[in-house]
């Protein structure tokens, strides 16, 4: 059993950055695929970006050129760096991990979820 631990939340102004932290109780980020998800209260859970064995990397749209994903594999670290936050990034952020290779955004792919992490940004 995989367990994901998220940190890093909080909350920030509009403009601000913010790095949250994914620690994975087992070593097998190497070979997985793992992505950030969130959700904003009222809306659907939203892949935001996803990072597969190779370090490719794939976002969502309303993120690109903001955020970064990457990981350190020796530490079963996975990072999302958000730079240039906007109110509308506020939500409850989540790391997941998914056991089959391919980088994907797809949230039904997934496997493993931490319990998340609240960023909030206001204006």
């Known amino acids: 059993q995989v367990q994901l631990v998220e940190s890093g939340g909080g909350s920030v102004q509009s403009g601000g950055s913010l790095r949250l932290s994914c620690t994975a109780s087992?070593?097998?980020?190497?070979?997985?695929?793992m992505a950030w998800f969130r959700q904003a209260p009222g809306k659907e859970r939203e892949g935001v970006a996803a990072?597969?064995?190779?370090?490719?990397?794939l976002y969502a749209r309303s993120v690109e050129g903001r955020f970064t994903v990457y990981k350190e594999d020796a530490k079963n670290m996975l990072y999302l760096q958000m730079n240039s936050l906007k109110p509308e990034d506020t939500a409850m952020y989540y790391c997941?991990?998914?056991?089959?290779?391919?980088?994907?955004?797809?949230?039904?792919?997934?496997?493993?979820w931490g319990q998340g992490t609240q960023v909030t940004v206001s204006s």
């Open positions: 997941a991990a998914k056991t089959s290779f391919g980088i994907t955004r797809v949230e039904q792919l997934y496997d493993y």
């Open positions: 087992v070593h097998f980020n190497s070979r997985r695929c």
């Open positions: 990072i597969d064995a190779f370090g490719s990397d």
